[in-house]
């Protein structure tokens, strides 16, 4: 039973939201503001003060983790007597249906590798589709897409993918009869089976309605239009949904999520309830403020006004650098800086794309900062502009073997035969002489031979610099990106990361060295999240987490927001992600960007002004 008074420390709009029993009811809740304080206390008013049985309680979020703190932070509330409320993810939810109506268990879900195998099985019947890792990524995301958005595999857009309608189609029913005559089921199909049973079964979505009385929903702005579909199901006529969330970080449409079903809340239930949680207890006046002013400007969206309950001075900083690893320099340093009065693991590093986590933790490796990395991050020395870079000096500097040498060869084109190479080794005088060469393709090899000679004796960043502009391979790694859609400024950030990556190393081996030791850091990384390091993460991944200082790097267009953002909508949700960026900080936000690129000159992320800064 709950001990202490229920309205204990709760602002007029907290109580306000608390005191709903019935019908539906809106809370806007801002970064900060104390939603999970007010979910929980809600619950417990309505089982200690109204007698409400805990299991006719449905909590819903969107992950295991949030699921089972806010369960864990409600049973300190009210003991064991409360532990009959039901919290869990929307897969959770509905997997629990399902398993009663089909008997489905854990066992027969889907997970990445197994979705992968099933699909590329099936594709192995189209000779029109290629079954490359590329081609399954997009299918898979479509197909969650679509199921998502609860539309049929026809009406799939051609113009934005890369396989024809009929085959798309094909595929799409293939893959799923495939699933449906082994007993599998994937996280986005547990969604659609639960709507299509409620549909075709009245008498079971009445059960469930009668198990579920009360229905509560926490980041409401995260949901997607069939799970919206399903929880409507299941609140009914009673319609006693409680739905919490903010609308200003609505930043998953990659997953269909869409900040306009929250929008559209009031006119689905007229009779709803709304409160707005206007004081943020995490930040600082001037990253409140800020963070506003940010979003602010976005159209789509509920007006709010927003207080700061702390106090505290200027606490957002912004500056700009001629060049990215002045301003990994001047991030190192600051850290360093920062330690001397908190913890590593109270600062956090956030990116837009795990790129510039990928660049980052090279730079921490490197000035001997301890760092962890929430999302998975693949050394950008198992790309392939590495491993061709890497190639060419491991061959110069006498591993003259056959898989080296064909990374490289025809990279710019030399009009070098496979077929001409012979042995575990390459000879390239033995090549000139006995290749079968005409005399262009000699000058070729010759001219390739000299560049290799040439760099084997140079310091490690200058033999890399020579290999981008003087070997040529710059060039035609950019023509070969162009033809295959690949970003032009992603590929730059790869060379810079790898030149950047030896200015400290003269000796080639001490260069491979440091490497080795960089990769184990950044395999141990993401292993112990407990430990005290600084924090590196997508502005997608830190959504719910606060630090007391947070460093937001690469702030500039084409980044924050990102080139491929063109429409209003995109351009919203860009400036949403970064709202949320913001607002992770309590007591310090930096915000960095860099002048020049690359020799390229570099503009300031149009967000910084939006944000009112300077």
Request: charged letters at 30%; proline letters at 3%; one cysteine or more.
């Amino acid at each position: 039973m709950y001990k202490n008074d229920i309205f204990s420390g709760l602002s007029p709009e907290q109580e306000k939201a608390v005191r709903h029993k019935n019908g539906p009811m809106m809370v806007l809740a801002g970064p900060g503001s104390g939603k999970t304080f007010v979910i929980t206390r809600r619950i417990a008013y309505m089982v200690t003060e109204h007698g409400i049985d805990p299991g006719s309680i449905l909590v819903i979020t969107f992950t295991k983790a949030a699921a089972t703190e806010m369960e864990e932070r409600f049973i300190q509330l009210c003991g064991e007597s409360g532990s009959d409320v039901n919290f869990g993810t929307f897969h959770a939810v509905f997997l629990g249906i399902l398993k009663e109506c089909f008997h489905y268990n854990r066992s027969d879900i889907l997970d990445d590798a197994e979705k992968r195998r099933y699909l590329k099985a099936v594709l192995g019947g189209y000779e029109s589709v290629e079954d490359d890792e590329n081609t399954i990524d997009e299918l898979l995301s479509l197909f969650s897409r679509l199921k998502n958005d609860g539309l049929p595999p026809e009406s799939y857009d051609a113009s934005k993918g890369m396989t024809a309608p009929e085959d798309f189609t094909a595929i799409f029913n293939e893959y799923h009869s495939l699933l449906k005559a082994e007993h599998k089921i994937d996280f986005d199909d547990m969604v659609l089976d639960t709507y299509r049973l409620f549909k075709e079964r009245p008498e079971i979505l009445k059960a469930w309605q009668k198990r579920y009385r009360y229905i509560l929903v926490d980041e409401f702005q995260d949901i997607n239009p069939m799970q919206y579909k399903v929880v409507r199901m299941l609140a009914g006529t009673d319609a006693n949904l409680f739905i919490v969330g903010d609308d200003d970080q609505s930043i998953y449409g990659f997953r269909s999520a869409d900040p306009k079903i929250m929008l559209g809340f009031p006119k689905d239930y007229p009779q709803a309830q709304k409160v707005v949680l206007k004081e943020n207890f995490r930040s600082t006046p001037p990253i409140v403020n800020a963070a506003l002013a940010l979003v602010g400007n976005n159209n789509s969206r509920f007006v709010k006004k927003l207080r700061a309950k702390r106090d505290g001075d200027r606490a957002v900083f912004v500056n700009g650098f001629e060049e990215r690893s002045a301003e990994a320099l001047a991030v190192c340093g600051l850290i360093e800086q920062a330690h001397a009065h908190m913890k590593y693991k109270d600062m956090a590093l956030l990116f837009r794309t795990n790129n510039g986590a990928e660049y980052y933790s090279r730079a921490l490796s490197g000035a001997g900062i301890p760092f962890y990395i929430k999302e998975k991050v693949g050394s950008i020395f198992s790309g392939d502009t590495a491993k061709d870079m890497l190639a060419i000096l491991a061959f110069a500097h006498g591993d003259r073997s056959r898989k080296n040498f064909l990374r490289f060869m025809n990279k710019p084109m030399r009009y070098i035969r496979r077929a001409s190479l012979t042995g575990e080794t390459v000879d390239l005088n033995r090549l000139i002489s006995s290749g079968g060469y005409k005399a262009a393709v000699n000058a070729q090899i010759k001219s390739l031979r000299f560049h290799l000679e040439s760099i084997e004796d140079m310091p490690v960043y200058a033999a890399l610099m020579y290999i981008r502009k003087g070997m040529g391979y710059e060039a035609w790694a950019r023509s070969d990106a162009a033809a295959k859609g690949r970003d032009m400024q992603e590929l730059m950030d790869e060379f810079e990361f790898i030149c950047d990556s030896a200015k400290e190393h003269d000796a080639y081996g001490e260069w491979l060295e440091s490497i080795d030791v960089y990769e184990k850091e950044l395999r141990q990384s993401g292993k112990d999240k407990n430990r005290d390091a600084v924090q590196l993460m997508t502005m997608h991944g830190s959504k719910g987490l606060e630090y007391s200082m947070v460093v937001l790097p690469d702030v500039n267009e084409g980044y924050v927001p990102q080139k491929k953002a063109k429409e209003e909508a995109e351009i919203e949700e860009e400036r949403r992600i970064f709202y949320v960026a913001m607002t992770r900080a309590r007591d310090k936000l930096f915000i960095f960007y860099q002048k020049k690129s690359a020799g390229i000159k570099m503009i300031p992320s149009r967000f910084i002004k939006e944000a009112g800064l300077k």
